[in-house]
Each structure stands twice: as structure tokens, then as C-alpha cells.
């Protein structure tokens, strides 16, 4: 007998998945959604997308880069009087949305718009966060994206008072938010004091709020801690820089508090832009 992945779902999930349904934009769970972890389909829970493919895309549906391996199956949908691309699980044929190219908004200029309906998170709990600023974050999450264990780099703000702050505010130096890149690590690949060694060796902590020829409060140094562990690692850590530098380190070390994924476009930015660094 044939299993039916859809005699679970409720009337709103069976819509999308089984009618091939859209739910209203901007509506969904996961659409302002960047936590690590795995998106599964609601019906069958078969794998579909990591969430370090996700982006956001502005549209109002989660979007995603890329699929995992073999999880999807594509078809021609000629409904709406255009030409566009179906997007279905693999394995149960479930409606998730559409996919598109040629929007150049991530790297891999590929957007799989599909339904929050569609899918289920599935946390990956065993991660540990950590969130540096250290000037341009553009630079920083560059160099933390390519690291080992490193499951997650999101550039955005933290440490300042305005609520959701954009590119602009930040800049102005009203805000009071730092630059900070916040990542999501494996501490069985990688720890928290080799990450921050990584910190330390690329930019300069005894200059107060400026790095290179950026300059303001948003571009200081500054470590926000998630445990009292981690702290204690960063203290240590500060005095052992000390002996590097002649000039005193002014690096913060502050309690994180809420971040702030930065706009889209400021995500991968020098790999998107094809730029090798900052300031070039
Ligand atoms: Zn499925």
C-alpha cells in the first residue's frame, strides 16, 4: 500500500503541500528565521534544506541557495500564465514553491522561495554561539566563514539600543551597536579559544573605535560573551594579548545581548562582490 504522508497535516498544510497552495507573504514562521539547523518536510520528514543555505531574499516566503542532495525534484508550472519552476519533496511529492534564478542576491544566484507550511525546523542543539566586532564586519565574516566548525557567520549588530537598527542608523553612530559578526560553532571541531585567537590576529585591539581607516563607535573591538565560561576564557585571554601589543588593548568585553542579522546584502559581501578585502 501506497503510505500517505498528508493524512497528518492540518486543512492550512494540506493546502499548500497536497493543493499546491501559497500562503499570504510575510505570514509565515520562517520567513525572519536564522537559527542552525535542519528544515525537514512537514509531511514525510524527509531532509530538505541546511539552514546555513537560508537567506533573506525580502520576498516574504523562507528562501534558501541550495537543497540538500537529492531532496528535491523539479517541474515545469506553466499556471499563472508564466513560465516557472515547481519545487516538490523527493520523496512525498509534497508542494514547497518555486525556485529562481538569475536574482544575483546570494552567490549561488539561486532562490528556493518555499512555504513555512511546507516545512519543519529541526534545531541542531550541540552548537555553541560567539559574536566579535572587530571594524568592518564584512572582513571578519569572511575570514570566520572559512574556518573549520564554523556552522553559521551572520554579520549584524549588537550591543546598542535601537530595535531592529538598519545599515544607515548604524553608520550615523547613534545607535550605539557595534559591527559584529555572530556565529554558530561545533565545539568538537573547533574552540572558543582558537576562535578567538582568530579574533585577536586580525585587527588591531588597542585602537579605540577604529579599525584601519574606519572610524566610530560601531567599528570597536569588542567581545560580547555567551556563558560565564566563555568569559573567563576572554579575560585570560586579554592578558595574554597584552604582552603582544605596546599600546593597552581597549577590547570590550560585554554580556551579548540581542543581534541583529544585518541586510542581505551585507552577508558574504567581499565573496559576493568578488572583492579579496575591506578598503581595496
Ligand atoms: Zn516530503
Redesign the pocket.
Known sequence: MKTD?FSHLNPAEKKILKDKGTEAPFTGEYNDFFEPGIFV?R????PLYESNTKFNSGCGWPSFDDEIENAIVRYEDLSGGRVRTEIC?A????HLGHVFHGEEITEKDTRHCVNSLSIQFKAYEKLEQATFGAGCFWQVEKIFREIEGVYLANSGYMGGDTINPTYQEVCKGDTNHAEVVHLYFNPDVISYETLLNIFWKNHNPTTLNRQGVDSGTQYRSVVFYHSDTQKKIVEISILEESKKWKNLIVTQLVSATTFYRAEEYHQNYLNKNNLGSCGV
Request: glycine fraction near 10%; include cysteine; proline fraction near 0%.
Open positions: 504522508y518536510c509531511a514525510c520528514k524527509s519533496c520523496k512525498c511529492d509534497g
